[in-house]
């Protein structure tokens, strides 16, 4: 079981040379659409697109790591994050949780189900 975990960090470890990529890549995308702007800015936007849709999508959509390419699993991700976060924020914020907190207690969450359903599935 513990191999199974372990092959399974090396797996992310493994695509998150492919994140970081994607990372600057973005950051690059927005210096040019955003050329006035100040790098700093850009980071914060960039690292906020990443924590809110990016990163919740890839841990989600590590389920299918074999039967989906990476390419396939981050836009998929990114699709299935944003819909999650948006519809589960409305229905939180009925509960009467402060918007506030939206941005860094749903990601986590997602996070962790993600990272949680593959080590169950590795281990079954």
Known sequence: MIALKKEAFDHIKKEA???GTLF???????????YKENIVWLLK?????????????Y????????????????LAGILISAAIIGISSYY??????????HSFL???????IGIVINLRRKSA
């Not at 936007?45 to 999508?57: A, D, H, K, Y």
């Open 106 to 112: 749903l990601p986590s969450i997602l996070i962790l």
């Open 92 to 101: 939180i914020s009925l509960a009467g949780i402060n918007l506030r907190y």
């Open 59 to 74: 841990f989600i959509m590590l389920y299918w790591k074999e039967k989906l390419g990476f390419i396939e699993r981050i």
């Open 17 to 19: 040379i492919y994140i």
């Open 45 to 57: 936007t960039v690292l906020s697109i990443f924590w809110l849709f990016v990163l919740p999508g």
């Open 24 to 34: 600057l890549l973005a950051l690059i995308i927005f210096k040019i659409a955003f």
